[in-house]
């Protein structure tokens, strides 16, 4: 692996750890803690949460790993920089697992959600946790397998 491939591979592979990591917190206590909560309540929560979270910081992290993962991704596909097969599975596990779920599944839930008085109505609020979670559990689980995929194409150097 070239020098270049390992250092956007380094990137990539932080970057997916700590998205992977914000996610499982919303898997396993932030979302069980907001569906325990009243529904206007919880509603109100997730309201506040989607709208503090699009910042730089996470949309740099976000989208940046993104853009790495396609780095990696091409750079398999054209044969430059000697990528380990491995990485190009994390790579693509990034993309297919976190980013396109998110964006596909995620977001339009989030924003639909956003056009929701809690004080109005509340009945989106239990469709929302039965997509908007298992949709998560995905991506936490494509964001685990896209690290350990990472790590095993680092070992094979």
Request: aromatic content about 10%.
């Amino acid at each position: 692996m070239s020098t270049w491939i390992q250092l956007i591979s380094l990137a990539a592979l932080t970057g997916t750890a700590l998205i992977g990591g914000l996610l499982y917190a919303f898997s396993v206590c932030v979302m069980r803690a907001l569906s325990r909560l009243e529904p206007q309540a919880g509603m109100r929560a997730m309201q506040e949460i989607n709208r503090v979270i699009l910042n730089p910081i996470f949309l740099l992290s976000f989208i940046g790993t993104a853009l790495l993962s396609l780095v990696i991704i091409l750079a398999k596909i054209i044969g430059v920089g000697d990528v380990p097969f491995p990485t190009f599975c994390g790579a693509l596990l990034y993309v297919l697992g976190a980013f396109i779920i998110t964006a596909a599944g995620n977001v339009p839930l989030n924003n639909k959600l956003d056009t929701i008085d809690p004080e109005c109505s509340t009945d989106f609020w239990q469709i929302y946790l039965k997509k908007w979670v298992p949709l998560n559990h995905l991506r936490t689980i494509a964001c685990t397998l896209a690290v350990i995929s990472y790590g095993i194409g680092f070992i094979q150097i």
